[in-house]
């Protein structure tokens, strides 16, 4: 069983920056795609950006060039750095790991980023 905790989420006016982690337990690392999703009220969630082992990125058209996704794989770790950030990235933000070999999926509890003046 996959365990995901996030933390980083927060308060932030526009413009701003947070940095959002992702500590992931009971399973190898490696086997996994990492993402981070977002949910903003009223809407699907959607994939924000995801990260393959090896390193290769993916990334919504909205958040390209303001967010950077990073894992370090010795440690356990994902990041979500996000700058420049917009009212509209306002959302609780998850944490996913994915295996594609065995389409086993694992969400963390969200955390709540909040983009006001």
């Known amino acids: 069983q996959v365990q995901l905790v996030e933390s980083g989420g927060g308060l932030v006016q526009p413009g701003g920056s947070l940095r959002l982690s992702c500590l992931a337990s009971?399973?190898?690392?490696?086997?996994?795609?990492m993402g981070w999703y977002r949910q903003a009220p009223g809407k699907q969630r959607e994939l924000v950006a995801n990260?393959?082992?090896?390193?290769?990125?993916n990334y919504a058209d909205s958040v390209k060039g303001r967010l950077t996704i990073s894992r370090d794989n010795a440690e356990n770790t994902v990041d979500l750095e996000m700058n420049s950030l917009k009212p509209e990235d306002t959302a609780v933000y998850y944490c996913?790991?994915?295996?594609?070999?065995?389409?086993?999926?694992?969400w963390g509890q969200g955390t709540q980023v909040i983009v006001s003046s």
């Open positions: 009971g399973t190898i690392f490696t086997y996994y795609t």
């Open positions: 996913n790991a994915f295996r594609t070999s065995t389409h086993r999926n694992y």
């Open positions: 990260i393959l082992s090896g390193g290769s990125t």
